[in-house]
């Protein structure tokens, strides 16, 4: 895929992914332009300062609840990447009807704003939570994905197409414990919900290539699952604060011992590959199914959880993944 005559637009671009995602672009793939769709002028404000201030880069001010708005910017826009969010668990559990209209119907704006405009490929971001979701965070997600690839069924016959990514938790974005754990450090006492729970992980440059990836793979229809490490939150504690008391303080309404980031169910419409699953349509008279011949079918009763990964971070694996953050947080640049 060529990606220097290509415009890219990332909704929610001032976030952690987007931000990284960007630089990325820019630097290893040299596209025409980049826009950077988000709903805050200081956060943009704040990008442009901190050197993405690139000539082919562009910012504009939207949210995505607003489709024309959307419809305005995907003008001319060859590839949507679509991140934009609200992913703070308690924060959508206490506002459920603002998590509903950016998560839910915000993607469907998107969807629909990106046929209307002719854009060749959506990619939406999606999370592991969406399996099997116990707190509306994740039922937003799940509901969003289904979303993005059922609407193939109706852009079939024109070019747009649409697929998702999934994977786990990112280590240092905002919203990660990580930073939490870098604070609660000083005090000398760290504090876990269950000293059980296990979770995936993946640095932020794994997620973003992943996604590159995956747009220049995609036909349409696919949720795309990459293979990454686990790790239990207490040896992720003990890798940032290994001399600090460890309190268990039970586990939090909508939170899960551990994550899936493939159902029992969806693996039996997934392939394998060397680096990721691959979950296929449903039921659909469109495209999607030559996976099937790139990869390797399930076993029956197969799935993917964060307990049952054939793949774990050790002490030192989660000490290299949490260096650079561990950094910045000391040079008082991470974003909590």
């Not at 934009?84 to 559990?93: D, I, M, N, R, S």
């Not at 959880?305 to 910045?328: C, H, Q, R, V």
């Amino acid at each position: 895929m060529n990606w220097t005559d290509k415009t890219i637009l990332i909704t929610g671009g001032t976030g952690s992914f987007g931000k990284k995602f960007t630089k990325m672009l820019l630097a290893e793939k040299n596209p025409q332009k980049v826009i950077i769709f988000s709903r805050d002028e200081l956060k943009q404000h704040e990008m442009r300062v901190a050197g993405y201030n690139n000539p082919r880069l562009r910012y504009f001010i939207g949210d995505v609840r607003d489709r024309d708005r959307l419809l305005r910017a995907m003008h001319d826009v060859d590839i949507v990447v679509h991140a934009a969010a609200l992913k703070q668990v308690p924060a959508c559990e206490y506002n459920p009807m603002e998590a509903i209209k950016t998560n839910i119907i915000g993607t469907s704006n998107v969807i629909e704003a990106a046929l209307d405009a002719g854009v060749k490929k959506v990619l939406a971001l999606s999370t592991d939570k969406a399996v099997s979701p116990a707190n509306l965070y994740g039922g937003t997600k799940l509901v969003g994905e289904k979303l993005v690839v059922q609407s193939n069924n109706y852009a079939a016959g024109r070019a747009t197409r649409y697929s998702c990514v999934r994977y786990g938790n990112v280590v240092g974005s905002r919203g990660s414990v990580v930073p939490l754990f870098l604070k609660m450090r000083a005090t000398g006492k760290l504090t876990v919900t269950d000293d059980r729970m296990t979770r995936f992980w993946l640095s932020l440059e794994q997620g973003v290539k992943f996604v590159i990836d995956c747009i220049e793979q995609m036909e349409g229809g696919e949720v795309f699952v990459p293979k990454i490490p686990s790790t239990t939150v207490i040896d992720l504690a003990r890798a940032i604060a290994p001399d600090a008391e460890i309190e268990i303080i039970g586990i939090r309404p909508g939170e899960k011992l551990h994550e899936d980031l493939l159902s029992v169910d969806e693996a039996r419409h997934s392939v394998e590959l060397e680096t990721m699953f691959v979950v296929q349509p449903v039921s659909a008279s469109w495209f999607g199914y030559s996976w099937q011949d790139k990869g390797k079918s399930l076993p029956e009763g197969f799935s993917y959880t964060s307990d049952n990964n054939s793949e774990w971070l050790d002490l030192e694996g989660m000490k290299n993944y949490i260096a650079p953050f561990e950094k910045a947080y000391n040079e008082g640049t991470l974003e909590g």
